[in-house]
């Protein structure tokens, strides 16, 4: 029966906020072109090819919390789910149901990080208006008391896009992270030991642009959500009004804009994180036994 490895807490922590600030910050050019493809307003209107490191201090501020918080939550429910599976299954118990429930309350964990960084790096990626430095673009979001967002008497805008958001990590988690285990347990079997963080990298990277590709549409919608409102400035009412706005005015194949260089961050991204991850956990393994 297949055993899900034990990864202390403290060591998920570490590990994921590590791999999360490496992945975001080597990468975040091309998350920028993507969110400029995705803007209402037009690549070239949205910033082009100039500034792609603008909003980098917000990704930055997010990343580490954010992937410590879902690798925290989802190492620690592996094995906990696993055994419920086995308890109330017994032999038909699954591991990819196993991986698939603990990636989503992984990303439900992360997404209260996630969104609200989200937000914050999208509007200065696409140069709004008073989004000049990080501390304007934060008070310009928290000024945004309009309803729409979750708790935005409280919060303003920061939690705007929060379920879209959700809607859009829990499908590509439950793509992602059963594909890249089988794939590492299927590798670990041809040859007889466990993946090394390079291998694992590899899967990683299979597993995230395959997963990127399936969600793009879900990530344009939620782009077009945190942003607020379409390029004449008319407020978008929700994931549904979103949709059927951009079929409408702009066509169906708005839905996949971005998906080249989404397939290509993540892909790229999925090799830096998961090979970064299993390193930082090894090297975090050996050097503190007592954690």
């Given at each position: ?16 906020g ?7 910050l ?29 909003g ?10 954010g992937?410590?918080?879902f690798?925290g939550?989802?190492e620690k ?22 991986h ?6 992984g ?30 673009t934060i ?9 729409r ?12 896009g929060y ?8 499908p590509?988690a ?11 347990t ?20 299979f ?20 942003l ?18 951009v ?9 996949l ?7 290509m ?23 503190s036994?007592?954690?």
């Amino acid at each position: 029966m297949h055993q899900e490895r034990h990864t202390p807490f403290i060591v998920s922590l570490l590990a994921g906020g590590l791999a999360g600030t490496s992945v975001d910050l080597a990468l975040f050019p091309i998350d920028t072109l993507k969110t400029r493809l995705q803007s209402p307003h037009g690549f070239l209107a949205a910033g082009g090819f100039s500034g792609v490191y603008r909003g980098v201090w917000a990704a930055a501020a997010g990343s580490a919390p954010g992937a410590a918080l879902f690798f925290g939550t989802y190492e620690k429910m592996k094995p906990t789910i696993s055994r419920m599976q086995r308890d109330v299954l017994g032999e038909a118990s699954s591991p990819a149901l196993t991986h698939m429930t603990s990636a989503c309350l992984g990303e439900s964990a992360a997404c209260l990080v996630r969104v609200p960084t989200e937000v914050l790096k999208s509007k200065m990626q696409t140069n709004a208006r008073g989004t000049c430095t990080l501390s304007s673009t934060i008070k310009l979001v928290l000024a945004e008391k309009d309803g729409r967002a979750f708790a935005s008497g409280l919060f303003g805008g920061l939690y705007r896009g929060y379920g879209i958001t959700l809607m859009r990590e829990v499908p590509f988690a439950f793509i992602q992270f059963p594909l890249y285990e089988r794939l590492k347990t299927e590798w670990g079997k041809m040859q007889c030991e466990e993946t090394s963080p390079l291998q694992s990298a590899v899967c990683g990277s299979f597993a995230g642009g395959f997963a990127a590709a399936v969600t793009t549409p879900l990530d344009v919608i939620k782009t077009r959500l945190m942003l607020g409102a379409d390029k004449l400035g008319v407020p978008y009412l929700g994931a549904r009004d979103v949709v059927s706005r951009v079929v409408k005015e702009e066509g169906s194949s708005v839905l996949l804009s971005g998906i080249q260089p989404r397939v290509m961050w993540i892909s790229i991204g999925g090799f830096v994180f998961f090979g970064a991850y299993e390193s930082y956990r090894s090297m975090l393994l050996m050097s503190s036994v007592g954690l």
